[in-house]
Structure formats: C-alpha cells, structure tokens
C-alpha cells in the first residue's frame, strides 16, 4: 500500500462576477487532476513557476484548503472524507514548513515555549524537566544550541530560524513533512546546510517529504522522484536523474534550461 495517494484532485476557487459579487460563472483551476503516489521515506520534489498550484496542492493536501473533488489518501485513510476533529487530531502525522520562517513563528514566543507548544500536541502531560529534555533533543537534532531555548525569533540569524521552523514541525513526531520553498529566502550557503539537514532527518525518522520549489537544482539535489507542475496540472513525473537527463515536456525542457550555469573562459 502507498504511503500517500493523490487521487485526481481539483481544487477550483470561483470567481464572481457582477458589481455585488452575483453568482459564480467561472472557476480558477489552481490544481486540476493531480493524481500522485508518494511511497515511506520517499522525497517527492514538487516543481514550478510561481502560480502554478504547488503550494495550493500542498495546503490541499494539508487539508487547509478543501479539495474540490478527489482523494488525499494517508496510509489508505481518506483524509478529505474526515469530519474536522478528526483531521485536527490526522494532522499530527503531517506537518508543514513554510517559506519564510521570520513570518510563520509567533516573535511574542521563546524557543521553548514555541516547541513546548508542539510538543504537547502529541505529548499533553509533558512538562518540566521531561518537557525541557525533548526541547533541548530537538534542538540539537536541528543544529542549535539547547541554550539559546529562551530566546526569541528575532535573535536568529535566517538559517537559525528555519532550523526552528524545523524543530516545530518535528516535535509532534509526524510521518509527513511538506516543505513549501524552505530555502529560497536564506542565503545559498547557508541553502546547502539547511538541505543536507533534511536528508538527515529523512535518513534518521524514515520520513516522507514533499520538497516545494521554482528551482530545479535545489531540488535535484534532494528528491528521489520530481513532479513538474505548470498550470494546475502535473505535466512530467519521473526520477530526478531521468528527469534532468532526459526531460520530455517542453515546459520541464524550459525550467531546466532556466538553471544558471557557471561559464568557464578558455
């Protein structure tokens, strides 16, 4: 059994027409028939341009968005078949980390309190000393020093931030990360460090990712499949080798094409 299914998701938002708003008579297709099947411990790469769907396809698969039909199967649970409290109580086993980390922590929070916070999704009793033990192993697993815990978000440098984006998003112990454009905002050595990072944890937890991006290196780097998206649709889905080497779609041919490389002078 696949670990995640996409089975032939629509996601429409309609749009109104008329001086007040009237009735519905069309629809903007963000995502249109993406149908998908991610196996454990994979990394899905998940390309395009921006407005293209992805990160309207990763909220839909995070059941943030609603689907407008199709299937977001979780270990052959229907998640979009749940009532709310029990996708509430799903969510723990998946788990997003956004673009910008600055934006997605509250600046009003310690690092403690912010992974203390999501700890406690899973861990409800957690507290004192067992609580600060998990807090601090977390944090290591990220990279960070267990005493900067009383810190807040505005004390890190970019990469420390999403290093806590990170630590957050693992602390419910999920099986799924979507990672939506993780790196684009940091710097590009400090991209590699934070991309080494989650093949660690990939290696380590056995989890399964979905890596979002608009760049093809990043994520070649990274993925064991890529799904390239243009338009709502899935145009090409292949290895990462395959597809780098021998890209069939013309859209893929032009992403590939768009990669900056480096010329050498005779």
Do not use: W
């Not at 390309?47 to 052959?76: D, F, H, N, W, Y």
């Not at 630590?167 to 112990?173: G, V």
């Not at 080494?196 to 499949?225: G, P």
């Not at 779609?249 to 490389?261: D, E, F, G, R, V």
């Amino acid at each position: 059994m696949s670990f995640l299914e996409l089975k032939d998701i629509k996601t429409h938002f309609p749009v109104r027409t008329g001086m007040f708003g009237g009735k519905a008579t069309e629809a903007v297709k963000a995502v249109n028939g993406v149908t998908l099947t991610i196996n454990q411990g994979e990394i899905l790469g998940l390309v395009g341009e921006s407005g293209c769907g992805k990160s309207t396809l990763s909220r839909t698969i995070m059941q943030l968005i609603p689907a407008t039909s199709g299937a977001v199967v979780l270990e052959g649970q229907n998640l979009s078949a749940l009532p709310q409290h029990e996708v509430r109580r799903r969510r723990l086993d998946f788990q997003m980390i956004f673009q910008d980390p600055y934006a997605s922590l509250n600046p009003r929070m310690t690092v403690h309190s912010t992974l203390a916070e999501a700890i406690r999704q899973r861990h409800k009793d957690a507290k004192g000393t067992v609580l600060d033990q998990r807090i601090a192993a977390l944090m290591e697993r990220v990279g960070l020093d267990q005493r900067f815990m009383k810190k807040y978000p505005h004390e890190f440098s970019g990469g420390q931030r999403q290093r806590i984006a990170i630590a957050r998003a693992l602390a419910p112990e999920p099986k799924l990360i979507l990672a939506d454009e993780p790196v684009s905002a940091l710097d590009v050595s400090i991209q590699s460090q934070i991309l080494n990072l989650l093949l660690e944890l990939r290696k380590d937890l056995n989890l399964t990712m979905i890596f979002i991006s608009h760049d093809l290196s990043v994520v070649r780097y990274l993925a064991d499949n890529i799904a390239v998206m243009n338009q709502g649709e899935i145009v090409e889905y292949g290895e990462a080798e395959e597809i780098f080497n021998n890209a069939q779609h013309s859209y893929t041919q032009k992403l590939l094409k768009a990669i900056p490389h480096i010329q050498h002078s005779a």
